[in-house]
């Protein structure tokens, strides 16, 4: 009998996998990270409990292109600065990734805010200039020109914050309650450059970051880097604290409030 690819994988098949995922070499981005101060009050009302905002209402973008072998990938965020449990990091919005693979592994696993959308990196001489784009709108760019090399950073730990949850099937809430995720990243940056330049927000209704305005830039910097990554559940959430801010998620928060149509496939 032919295998049947749909069909269950053996033992030895899920350990290799495993393995093999365990053994991956640094795998190098180029990109560019843009901070800058925002509105403290908008900033506060996009972060869920139990997160809460830091001292400094701080927003940063990063628009990266990632090497890997046979499948280039354009990556980005958008987040802000929150807190948790004493533990400062960064809580994102909008996670925009150019292929499928990205896209769900992050949301499934680590409950990352991952959509598909186009991610722009482009260097000619000095210039340069980075976006990411939803439905036909960039709705974030930076452009500038490099103005000279920086020290390079030690290896450092950063945090994101994700929230894990599935919307329930008749539509109420959640099918159980929501977790938090500290998402830990082990950073190496092996070439860095400042930038002067501006950062460009663009209204957009399905990623409304213009929402977060520039009141004072802070950094824009590119440069060449390898990251890593752990994720940990550190507790369960009020689902009922949660769902005023799930519409993050969805281009039409509607679709999860929906039941299926009766007799849909």
């Not at 899920?14 to 393995?19: G, Q, T």
């Not at 959509?115 to 709108?137: N, Y």
């Not at 802070?218 to 890593?228: L, M, R, S, W």
């Amino acid at each position: 009998m032919a295998r049947v690819r749909y069909g269950a994988r053996t033992e030895a098949e899920i350990a290799a996998a495993r393995a093999a995922s365990g053994k991956l070499p640094d795998i190098w981005s180029t990109g560019v990270v843009a901070v800058w101060e925002s509105d403290p009050d908008t900033v506060a009302a996009v972060l869920p409990p139990p997160l809460k905002p830091t001292a400094r209402p701080l927003v940063r973008v990063a628009i990266s292109k990632v090497d890997l072998p046979g499948y280039p990938l354009g990556a980005g965020s958008v987040a802000v600065a929150a807190e948790h449990a004493g533990v400062a990091g960064w809580y994102p919005l909008v996670m925009p990734m150019t292929h499928e693979r990205a896209l769900t592994g992050g949301r499934e696993v680590f409950g990352e805010p991952k959509k598909l959308g186009d991610v722009t990196v482009e260097r000619d001489g000095l210039v340069v200039r980075a976006a990411l784009a939803r439905h036909g709108i960039a709705f974030v760019e930076v452009r500038g020109a490099v103005g000279g090399a920086l020290p390079l950073p030690e290896p450092t730990q950063k945090t994101d914050f994700y929230f894990k949850f599935l919307p329930a099937v008749d539509g109420s809430g959640f099918d159980a309650d929501p977790v938090l995720v500290h998402c830990v990243r082990n950073e190496k940056v092996r070439k860095l450059e400042r930038v002067t330049g501006d950062v460009v927000l663009r209204e957009s209704m399905y990623d409304p970051v213009a929402d977060l305005p520039v009141r004072t830039l802070v950094e824009i910097t590119v440069g060449e880097k390898t990251t890593d990554q752990k994720g940990r559940v550190v507790e369960r959430v009020d689902g009922q604290a949660l769902l005023p801010y799930i519409h993050q998620r969805y281009d039409d928060p509607q679709q999860i409030l929906d039941g299926p149509p009766e007799g849909s496939a």
